[in-house]
Nanobody
């Protein structure tokens, strides 16, 4: 079955860095677009960054542009989110998301999430 397992979250001070990873299995990773979303307490889940199946195209939320970088390693079935210059408002649960389609339908899967807390 499809599995997305996030890792790398934790507590970091403002201005610090973290790298999240999402290990994927159960589907053809190189055919899937991958994304990172986040959800802060009391807020809706929002898209942070997305990367195409080839890795050639990326998209970022305005709030994190210049600070976060999404990347993928199709040989390792893993997508990453490098985060630098973290701010308190980046505190949230971060979720990995995979999507792809075939001739019949679109598939969407979520990881279980990893907590990122930015606090002094």
């Amino acid at each position: 079955q499809v599995q997305l397992v996030e890792a790398g979250g934790g507590l970091v001070q403002p201005g610090g860095s973290l790298r999240l990873s999402c290990a994927a299995s159960g589907f053809t990773f190189s055919s899937a677009a991958m994304s990172w979303y986040r959800q802060a307490p009391g807020k809706e889940r929002e898209l942070v960054a997305a990367i195409s199946s080839s890795g050639l195209n990326t998209n970022y939320a305005d709030s994190i542009k210049g600070r976060f970088t999404i990347s993928r390693d199709n040989a390792k079935n893993t997508v990453y989110l490098q985060m630098i210059n973290l701010k308190s408002e980046d505190t949230a649960v971060y979720y990995c998301h995979a999507s792809w389609r075939d001739v019949l339908k679109e598939y969407n899967y979520w990881g279980q999430g990893t907590q990122v807390t930015v606090s002094s």
